[in-house]
């Protein structure tokens, strides 16, 4: 959002920007369950799109809500990540955030911050989509009066595929 640049954080936060995938995916492995990790096998490119990346979630690109990240870096790691959607419409405005479990106090400035950056635009519902296990994320988020509407479930499927390892082509040489 163009207001977000005007309002003040209480922790340093700086805009997302695609340099910094990797930190992202170490926050993401900092709160995430070592066995979610292996089911989702999510790469850098695949975790960027799915939660930085932008990627899109309405079929019409020129009607997609205004998205901006930001990071709040401790030291060399991300301690924190926000995701703010505009909304739209009859949408309400989506927040995510990712914060380490060791730091909760991130996750209340951050939040902090996407409510100031919401109340400066047209009232309507905050929804913020968080997992059971991200503690931090769902503390500060109980702690600030969100209260859980629902849940869904995450479904993993393995496909598998037989690889043929003695197969050789036969290579035609020219002379």
Request: one cysteine or more.
């Amino acid at each position: 959002p163009q207001t977000a640049v005007a309002i003040h954080a209480e922790a340093q936060l700086r805009r997302w920007s695609q340099r910094d995938a990797w930190s992202l995916l170490r926050l993401y492995d900092a709160c995430t369950p070592r066995r979610v990790q292996v089911a989702e096998g999510l790469s850098v490119d695949e975790l960027t799109h799915t939660r930085a990346g932008g990627g899109r979630t309405w079929y019409v690109p020129m009607l997609e809500p205004a998205t901006a990240a930001f990071v709040h870096d401790e030291g060399p790691l991300m301690g924190g990540w926000l995701r703010l959607r505009q909304g739209r419409g009859s949408q309400p405005h989506q927040v995510t955030l990712l914060v380490h479990p060791d730091s909760q106090s991130v996750a209340r400035a951050l939040l902090k911050f996407a409510l100031r950056v919401f109340a400066a635009e047209a009232a309507r519902p905050i929804v913020c989509l968080a997992r059971d296990y991200e503690s931090a994320t769902v503390e500060t988020l109980r702690s600030a009066g969100f209260e859980r509407m629902g849940s869904h479930a995450l479904l993993v499927r393995h496909l598998m595929a037989r690889v043929a390892w003695n197969n050789e082509v036969p290579a035609a040489r020219m002379m």
